[in-house]
Structures are given as C-alpha cells and as structure tokens.
C-alpha cells in the first residue's frame, strides 16, 4: 500500500532545469518499482523513466535520454526526476508511479499513482 504525492513542478523557459519530487508512504517502499510519466494536452501518458526496487537500474524514454536522470532513496522513501535542458515539447502533467517488485523491468503497469505537477516550459 503506498500514497505518492509529487512536487517541484513549474514554469521555466528552455534550456532550464527542474526537480521533481515523489514522496511516498508507507514502510514497503523498497519493494517497488517506480516510474515517473508525463501525459502533454491531447498526447497519449508517456513512460519517462523508471527505477527498478534497489535503483541498480533506470530506464528512460529515447526522447529524454541524455538530459533527464531518476534516482532514489529508500531510506527516505522519495524518488526524483532530475531534468535538465527542458524543451517546449516536455510540457506535460507529471506523475509518479510505483508497483510491486516483478521481474520485469520496467513494468507493464503500476497499480499507485501521485496526482501529478504541471511542467511548463516555453520558448
């Protein structure tokens, strides 16, 4: 059972950087795999990134390789979202994501979800 509640969203203009933050409940966080996605106005929700249940592996969407980085701290139940030299196109609403170890990394799907922040970037 675990609550995310995400923050550090907002508005900055390209080239910026932001931070997301996922906080999350519960004393099981360890157990998870965690996943951030992003779903932009009339775009279908979009697997950013995600970290596997020790943080020993990360995935990332081809369009954000090289410019954002997940990591994460068990003892402290968070995971983050580094990004760095934003783009108009990462505009979206995004959410942080956690389900249950599996084999399978990344997940097919993640049974908890945050609320999500709004990133804003213009140009």
């Known amino acids: 059972q675990v609550q995310l509640v995400e923050s550090g969203g907002g508005l900055v203009q390209a080239g910026g950087s932001l931070r997301l933050s996922c906080a999350a409940s519960?004393?099981?966080?360890?157990?998870?795999?965690m996943g951030w996605f992003r779903r932009a106005a009339g775009k279908e929700r979009e697997l950013v990134a995600a970290i596997n249940w020790s943080g020993g592996s990360a995935y990332y969407a081809e369009s954000v390789k090289g410019r954002f980085t997940i990591s994460r701290d068990n003892a402290k139940n968070t995971v983050i979202l580094q990004m760095n030299s934003l783009k108009p196109e990462d505009t979206a609403v995004y959410s942080c994501?956690?389900?249950?170890?599996?084999?399978?990394?990344?997940?097919?799907?993640?049974?908890?979800w945050g609320q999500g922040t709004q990133v804003s970037v213009s140009s």
């Open positions: 519960g004393r099981t966080f360890s157990l998870y795999h």
């Open positions: 994501a956690a389900e249950f170890w599996t084999t399978d990394f990344p997940p097919s799907s993640y049974r908890y």
